[in-house]
């Protein structure tokens, strides 16, 4: 596979795409990179390609440097770890394809009823904590079976209208959380060669550089340009996903 001068072309240009997107909007390196990627290799191998890649980007939008803002949606971490960890066990008893077609329709349902101008307002922090560690535990048991555990709760982050900034390091915190479960049992389960680890960290410069470049177009948007990007974005991940399942 290395050897072949177009495979690795493709895989760059994609991971190009997956950096300039997740630049703009916060999230979507493995959402547009891996359906590519995966065109001309076996999808296990697209994801581990893309695991440094994916690592670099959320870690560097997280902005450690700036502290941590809010521990608001600790609870939904949390809880994505755990259902992470039950997910990927669970993902050789239960039909990937069933799962993937309920992730999709539900993508499909929540950016829909968003596009209305649905939003979540003074909710009791409470009753929130219990809401998103729900969400959190789904969305991992889901992403453990498919790999697609953010768009549940990006969902309910859209619906409760976080500033653009603030957006974009939770949901990098959130997958960058996530990625370590996720990628680790692939990993640990030998999905995984030594080659495929050495390009994936080489993979790390392009998608550096078109995130730099998504960055600087994202700070041209304001806050309901952004929403309405972020939206389309999940439809078209939910029509995506309903049609690979087909």
Same mark, same amino acid.
């Given at each position: 596979?290395?050897?072949?001068?177009?495979?690795?072309?493709?895989?760059?240009?994609?991971?190009?795409?997956?950096?300039?997107?997740?630049?703009?909007?916060?999230?979507?390196?493995?959402?547009?990179?891996?359906?590519?990627?995966?065109?001309?290799?076996?999808?296990?191998?697209?994801?581990?390609?893309?695991?440094?890649?994916?690592?670099?980007?959320?870690?560097?939008?997280?902005k450690f440097r700036q502290g941590v803002s809010s521990y608001r949606f600790l609870p939904m971490f949390l809880s @994505?770890?755990?259902?992470?960890? /039950?997910?990927?066990?669970? *993902?050789?008893?239960?039909?990937? %394809? $069933? !799962? +993937?077609?309920? =992730?999709?329709?539900?993508?499909?349902?929540?950016? @829909?009823?968003?596009?209305?101008? /649905?939003?979540?307002?003074? *909710?009791?922090?409470?009753?929130? %904590? $219990? !809401? +998103?560690?729900? =969400?959190?535990?789904?969305?991992?048991?889901?992403?453990?079976?498919?790999?697609?555990?953010?768009?549940?709760?990006?969902?309910?982050?859209?619906?409760?209208?976080?500033?653009?900034?603030?957006?974009?390091?939770?949901?990098?915190?959130?997958?960058?959380?996530?990625?370590?479960?996720?990628?680790?049992?692939?990993?640990?389960?030998?999905?995984?060669?030594?080659?495929?680890?050495?390009?994936?960290?080489?993979?790390?410069?392009?998608?550096?550089?078109?995130?730099?470049?998504?960055?600087?177009?994202?700070?041209?948007?304001?806050?309901?340009?952004?929403?309405?990007?972020?939206?389309?974005?999940?439809?078209?991940?939910?029509?995506?996903?309903?049609?690979?399942?087909?």
């Amino acid at each position: 596979m290395y050897n072949d001068p177009t495979i690795i072309i493709i895989i760059i240009l994609a991971v190009l795409a997956g950096g300039l997107v997740k630049g703009t909007l916060g999230f979507g390196m493995p959402m547009v990179a891996l359906p590519i990627i995966a065109f001309i290799i076996p999808p296990t191998t697209a994801m581990i390609l893309l695991c440094a890649p994916i690592f670099l980007t959320n870690f560097l939008q997280i902005k450690f440097r700036q502290g941590v803002s809010s521990y608001r949606f600790l609870p939904m971490f949390l809880s @994505l770890i755990i259902g992470l960890i /039950i997910g990927a066990r669970l *993902i050789l008893e239960i039909d990937v %394809n $069933t !799962i +993937t077609q309920i =992730i999709a329709v539900s993508i499909i349902f929540a950016a @829909l009823v968003n596009c209305f101008g /649905i939003k979540i307002k003074n *909710i009791n922090k409470n009753h929130e %904590n $219990t !809401i +998103t560690s729900l =969400i959190g535990f789904g969305s991992g048991i889901l992403g453990g079976l498919s790999t697609f555990y953010g768009p549940p709760m990006l969902a309910y982050l859209v619906a409760i209208d976080l500033p653009k900034e603030k957006f974009v390091r939770t949901v990098s915190t959130m997958y960058f959380i996530g990625s370590f479960p996720l990628y680790g049992s692939l990993i640990y389960y030998g999905f995984a060669t030594k080659e495929d680890l050495i390009f994936s960290l080489i993979l790390i410069i392009p998608a550096f550089i078109a995130q730099q470049v998504g960055t600087k177009i994202r700070d041209k948007f304001n806050q309901k340009q952004f929403r309405i990007c972020i939206l389309i974005t999940l439809i078209i991940l939910g029509f995506s996903l309903l049609v690979k399942t087909l």
